[in-house]
Structure formats: structure tokens, C-alpha cells
Nanobody
Framework: QVQLVESGGGAVQAGGSLRLSCAAS????????MGWFRQAPGKEREFVAA????????YYADSVKGRFTVSRDNAKNTLYLQMNSLKPEDTAVYYC???????????????????WGQGTQVSVSS
């Protein structure tokens, strides 16, 4: 059982930066593949980024590649998403996800992650 709580969302100007955090409860945080999804109003939830259990390898949706960086600190049971060069189309609710059986490089679907946070709003103005 894992509980995930996102924080760090807010309103920023286009071109600005924001860092999201996800605090995880649980004894075996390092055994979970972690990632981020987002959902804009009226649109389906989509994959953003994922990171392996060790934090060595990361994977990104084409829409955010080169602008976003996902990282984790297993000692602090925390996942991060650094977002730079933000665009209005990045506006969405961002969700932290985790799963013991997901593979960061292959798992990019909602159903592949069993644990979800409550979401945090990111709004980017032009």
C-alpha cells in the first residue's frame, strides 16, 4: 500500500518554470516505478514521464521532452517533476503515479499504474 501526495502546482507565465513534488508513504518506495500523468480540461489523461526504481533511467512524452525532468530521492520517499519553458498547452492537473510491476520505459498507459495521487493544478498563461 502506497499513498501519494502531490504539491508545487500553481499559476505561471509561459516560458517560466515550476517544480512538482510527490511525497510517498510506504516502506518500500525504492521498489516502485514512478511517473507523472496529466489531464487537461475536456481531454483524456495522458502520460508525461516515468522513472526507473533506481532513478538512473527516465522516459518522456514527446510533447515535454527537453523541457521536463523527472527525478526521485529514494532516501526522502519523494518524486519530482521539474518543468521548464512552460507552454499554455501544459495547463492541466498533474498526477503522481506508482506501481511495483510497471516498467518505466514501456508503461505509458493509465491502467499500468495502480497508485495515484490526488493531483495538483498547473496553469500556464500566455
Amino acid at each position: 500500500q502506497v499513498q501519494l501526495v502531490e504539491s508545487g502546482g500553481g499559476a505561471v507565465q509561459a516560458g517560466g518554470s515550476l517544480r512538482l513534488s510527490c511525497a510517498a508513504s510506504g516502506r518500500t518506495f525504492s521498489s516502485y516505478t514512478m511517473g507523472w500523468f496529466r489531464q487537461a480540461p475536456g481531454k483524456e489523461r495522458e502520460f508525461v514521464a516515468a522513472i526507473t526504481r533506481s532513478g538512473i533511467s527516465t522516459y518522456y512524452a514527446d510533447s515535454v521532452k527537453g523541457r521536463f525532468t523527472v527525478s526521485r530521492d529514494n532516501a526522502k520517499n519523494t518524486l519530482y517533476l521539474q518543468m521548464n519553458s512552460l507552454k499554455p498547452e501544459d495547463t492541466a492537473v498533474y498526477y503522481c503515479v506508482a506501481d511495483q510491476h510497471a516498467a518505466a520505459g514501456r508503461s505509458k498507459e493509465v491502467y499500468e499504474y495502480g497508485y495515484w495521487g490526488q493531483g495538483t493544478q498547473v496553469s500556464v498563461s500566455s
